[in-house]
């Protein structure tokens, strides 16, 4: 359902971010969704909106949408569904190793925004992958996503996708993805699309539309256009 409740809390039907904690953990978490044994597909058939704030969090209840398990998110249908963030957090952070992969199909990530809580460097308004988690999107719009800098250090990272890992995109949107704030010299940014190490990993990027991605300000030592293995 549409509702993002509190996980744990009764309700009427199984919501993205319960049936998310239920496959990180194995397990019934949220009584309202199935069980997560076994589980590496979820369909979406109605468009989400995060309403459960909380930033620095990882386990999924609050905040961002946390993934530590290999999973597949898509529409039940050829319709796109839409994930907004309504600027509480960005939307999607993947913990993991080489072997945990989130593939979107058919969705919109919107309004997602990264501020930088908590002392954080490395940023990415729509997803942030650690770990060397891989990242395959098809038929994606990112569309509105932020990073709100708040660091005087040196950081990385992009408005929309941030990868310490893989990444393959088909059929992508990148539109309206914006770095705001001063940033600090020595950064790496970029406006769609950072990669902490592109040379350790495998890149496979078709079908794909830049359209008015930004970074507010830029200083000589970095470029709107390009972070280390990155696009803008």
Avoid at 23 to 41: H, I, K, L, Q, W
Avoid at 195 to 209: E, G, L, P
């Amino acid at each position: 359902q549409s509702t993002d409740y509190a996980i744990g809390t009764a309700s009427s039907g199984c919501s993205l971010r319960g049936a998310i904690v239920n496959a990180n953990a194995r397990d019934v978490v949220d009584p309202n969704c199935p069980s997560g044994v076994d589980v590496n597909t979820i369909i979406m058939n109605t468009n989400f909106e995060l309403q459960q704030s909380g930033r620095g969090e990882d386990a999924g209840r609050v905040g961002d949408l946390d993934i530590t398990v290999s999973l597949v998110i898509q529409s039940n249908s050829n319709t796109m569904r839409t994930i907004d963030a309504n600027g509480i957090d960005r939307i999607f952070d993947v913990h993991g190793s080489l072997e945990t992969r989130l593939t979107l199909n058919n969705i919109v990530l919107t309004n997602g925004n990264d501020n930088g809580d908590f002392g954080q460097v490395n940023y990415g308004g729509a997803i942030r992958s650690s770990g060397r988690a891989e990242i395959d999107l098809n038929n994606v719009q990112l569309l509105s996503n932020t990073v709100s800098i708040g660091s005087v250090t040196a950081i990385t990272g992009s408005a929309a996708i941030s990868l310490d890992g893989g990444f393959s995109a088909s059929n992508v949107t990148w539109r309206n993805n914006v770095v705001n704030g001063d940033v600090p010299e020595g950064s790496r940014m970029a406006a769609a699309l950072y990669s902490a190490d592109a040379t350790k990993d495998i890149y496979t990027i078709s079908d794909f539309v830049l359209d008015s991605n930004s970074i507010a300000q830029i200083q000589p030592f970095e470029s709107d256009v390009i972070a280390t293995g990155g696009i803008g």
